[in-house]
């Protein structure tokens, strides 16, 4: 497969301090396919201004009509015009700029795996790494993963995850737990069964 096509989803509500620097972040990956989902949620700070400022037609922003609950925002990813793949970023996260051509690299080498990630950083407010992640193994099952997790040696964040759009809305997206507390665990073990990380 060359050139694999990513649509990055930011769910976000009083995002301000931080969206601008998350968006900066995707359109400064070395890897020019995708395109940017922002959805709104009701935010009454400087959020949608911000997002507007870019005026890149990569960018969409999908406003709700009244302030909804994380579930229910994030709910609204599997009614989104999506690109082949998806993945998720907070809006106070950041991609390095490799990280959609790594994701690329991994989906041409092994296509058939259901899930594809980088390691990632924990960071400040100020974007500065504090500490890496403990690494997944280069390829394991969904379920070998979530044990992992459980046991301590590997760690689990909603963003970094690359998935085909197909793939999460035939599970049904992220399941609606409340504040979706575990909810990217119980996905990534219905997407599975094989996940990739790039070294």
């Given at each position: 497969?060359?050139?694999?096509?990513?649509?990055?989803?930011?769910?976000?509500?009083?995002?301000?301090?931080?969206?601008?620097?998350?968006?900066?972040?995707?359109?400064?990956?070395?890897?020019?396919?995708?395109?940017?989902?922002?959805?709104?949620?009701?935010?009454?700070?400087?959020?949608v201004?911000?997002?507007?400022?870019?005026?890149?037609?990569?960018?969409?922003?999908?406003?709700?009509?009244?302030?909804?609950?994380?579930?229910?925002?994030?709910?609204?990813?599997?009614?989104?015009?999506?690109?082949?793949?998806?993945?998720?970023?907070?809006?106070?996260?950041?991609?390095?700029?490799?990280?959609?051509?790594?994701?690329?690299?991994?989906?041409?080498s092994?296509?058939?795996?259901?899930?594809?990630?980088?390691?990632?950083?924990?960071?400040?407010?100020?974007?500065?790494?504090?500490?890496?992640?403990?690494?997944?193994?280069?390829?394991?099952?969904?379920?070998?993963?979530l044990?992992?997790?459980?046991?301590?040696r590997?760690?689990c964040?909603?963003?970094?995850?690359?998935?085909?759009?197909?793939?999460?809305?035939?599970?049904?997206?992220?399941?609606?737990?409340?504040?979706?507390?575990?909810?990217?665990?119980?996905?990534?073990?219905?997407?599975?069964?094989?996940?990739?990380q790039?070294?």
């Open positions: 497969m060359s050139n694999p096509e990513f649509t990055i989803v930011i769910p976000v509500r009083n995002g301000a301090n931080y969206i601008g620097a998350a968006i900066s972040s995707i359109l400064s990956q070395s890897y020019p396919h995708f395109n940017i989902l922002v959805l709104e949620n009701g935010s009454t700070d400087k959020t201004e911000i997002v507007s400022e870019f005026a890149d037609d990569r960018i969409s922003i999908v406003p709700s009509a009244s302030p909804l609950n994380i579930e229910e925002n994030w709910g609204r990813i599997l009614h989104s015009d999506l690109a082949e793949y998806l993945t998720f970023l907070g809006h106070d996260d950041l991609l390095y700029p490799g990280f959609l051509a790594e994701m690329a690299a991994l989906i041409t092994e296509p058939k795996a259901s899930l594809y990630q980088v390691r990632f950083e924990y960071i400040d407010p100020l974007g500065n790494p504090l500490r890496h992640a403990a690494a997944m193994a280069y390829k394991e099952t969904a379920s070998q993963f044990a992992a997790v459980m046991e301590g590997e760690e964040c909603g963003t970094g995850y690359v998935m085909r759009a197909a793939d999460y809305r035939q599970v049904g997206g992220i399941p609606a737990y409340p504040g979706l507390l575990y909810a990217d665990g119980r996905a990534v073990v219905q997407i599975g069964p094989h996940m990739l790039s070294m």
